[in-house]
C-alpha cells in the first residue's frame, strides 16, 4: 500500500512540474515557430515524461491517465489552440506522438533489449531469459519464435507490474519481425518497436 502512494507521489511530482514548464513556455509561444516550440516541449516536457516512465507499467489508466493529460496539453501548446481543443488527430498525424500506455510499453521493451544485449543492469538481465537456452524447452514452438520466459506468480500485483512478469510478457506480445532482429539491428528495433506501437495505440482510437 505504502508503495502505491509513492507511485501517486511521483504522478502527481512529475504533472506538476510538467505544467509549470507549460505555464513558462506559454509566455513565449506566441514568439516561437512550430519547430522550436516542438524542441521546447521535448526538452521541458515530453522528456520528463519518458524519463522512467517504465516503473509505471501495469498501473491502472485512471492514473496515468494524468500524464496522457499533460501530452495534450503539450501538443495544444505546439499547435496554439485553446485549452479544450480537439488535439489527438494532430498528436497522431502531426506530431506523431506515442499515447502515453505506449509511451511506456516502448520503455520496457527497449530496456528488454538491452538486457538481450548485455548493456543493462545484470539484476534486470536476469528477468529476461530466452526460452531458446533453456534445458528442455528447445523443442517449443516458442523458443524459435525469441519468447522470454515468463514465471508464474500468485499475485495479480505481480502479473501487473512486476518487472520479471511484465517485461517477458511486453515482448512477448511483440511481431516476431521485432524478437528476431539480430543484436546489431538495434537502430532498426527501435523504429520498428514505435511503428508497432503507434499503430497499436492510435487505431480505432476516438477523438477528444
Known amino acids: 500500500m505504502n508503495y502505491y502512494f509513492v507511485i ?3 504522478i502527481l511530482c512529475y ?3 510538467c505544467y509549470y514548464q507549460l505555464r513558462l513556455l506559454r509566455t513565449v ?4 515557430s512550430h519547430k522550436s516550440a516542438a524542441t521546447l516541449v521535448h526538452v521541458f516536457v515530453t522528456s520528463w515524461l519518458d524519463h522512467c516512465c517504465s ?3 501495469g498501473l491502472a489508466l485512471t492514473l496515468t491517465a494524468h500524464l496522457y493529460r499533460v501530452l495534450r496539453s503539450a501538443a495544444r501548446l505546439i499547435m496554439g489552440v485553446p485549452k479544450y481543443a480537439l488535439i489527438s ?3 497522431c498525424d502531426t506530431l506523431h506522438w506515442l499515447p502515453m500506455q505506449q509511451r511506456i510499453f516502448y520503455r520496457v521493451a527497449v530496456l528488454v533489449w538491452h538486457c538481450l ?5 545484470v ?3 536476469e528477468f529476461c531469459c530466452p526460452v531458446s537456452t533453456l534445458v528442455g524447452h528447445q523443442a517449443l514452438r516458442s523458443s524459435s519464435g525469441g519468447d522470454l520466459l515468463v514465471p508464474y506468480v500468485n499475485t495479480s500485483t505481480m ?3 512486476a518487472f520479471s512478469v511484465v517485461a517477458p510478457s511486453i515482448w512477448n506480445s511483440l511481431p516476431s519481425q521485432i524478437r528476431l532482429l539480430p543484436k546489431s539491428y538495434t537502430p532498426l528495433l527501435y523504429k520498428l518497436l514505435k511503428t508497432y506501437l503507434f499503430q497499436c495505440g492510435w487505431t480505432g482510437s476516438a477523438s477528444e
Do not use: E
Not at 29 to 32: K, P
Open 8 to 10: 501517486i507521489f511521483y
Open 15 to 17: 504533472t506538476r512540474s
Open 29 to 32: 509561444s506566441h514568439s516561437l
Open 55 to 57: 516503473v509505471l507499467v
Open 89 to 91: 488527430d494532430y498528436m
Open 117 to 121: 544485449l548485455g548493456i543493462a543492469p
Open 123 to 125: 539484476y534486470l538481465q
Open 159 to 161: 502479473q501487473h507490474r
